[in-house]
């Protein structure tokens, strides 16, 4: 259940959501397994809001599952390095001490 707000004419919200004609102010699931909602809000006079631009680019997608994508973001955040390499081509070497990512994927259906 995502409640927002057009007066905000911000397509965000917090954590993976977004994507509403509005900012969304709460979130939440059926199991309340998360919950998210604003505080409150502050005017701040004089710094300007920059949106990032997608960095999507002309990467091809592909169809996956949810929990393909999952064990996929999984395999990324305990290798970082390999995937650099991959991605780029360049030999990080062996003796790069990696550090081990903690993660929290937070759904309750990845094993």
Same mark, same amino acid.
């Given at each position: ?14 954590? $993976?959501?977004?994507?509403? /004609? ?20 502050? &005017?701040?006079?004089?710094? /300007? ?9 002309? &990467? $091809? ?9 999952? &064990? ?21 070497? $062996? ?8 993660? @929290?994927?937070?759904?309750? @259906?990845?094993?």
């Amino acid at each position: 259940t995502a409640w927002f707000s057009t007066d905000i004419p911000i397509s965000d919200g917090p954590w $993976k959501f977004g994507g509403l /004609p509005g900012l969304i102010l709460e979130v939440y699931d059926k199991q309340k397994q998360y919950h998210y909602f604003i505080n409150g809000l502050e &005017k701040v006079e004089g710094e /300007p809001i920059i949106f990032s631009k997608s960095n999507t680019g002309n &990467k $091809k997608f592909e169809r996956t599952s949810r929990r393909d994508f999952l &064990k996929a973001q999984k395999r990324y955040l305990l290798d970082i390095n390999g995937y650099i390499e991959l991605e780029t081509g360049i030999d990080l070497g $062996k003796n790069n001490s990696q550090k081990v990512i903690q993660y @929290d994927l937070i759904e309750l @259906d990845y094993k």
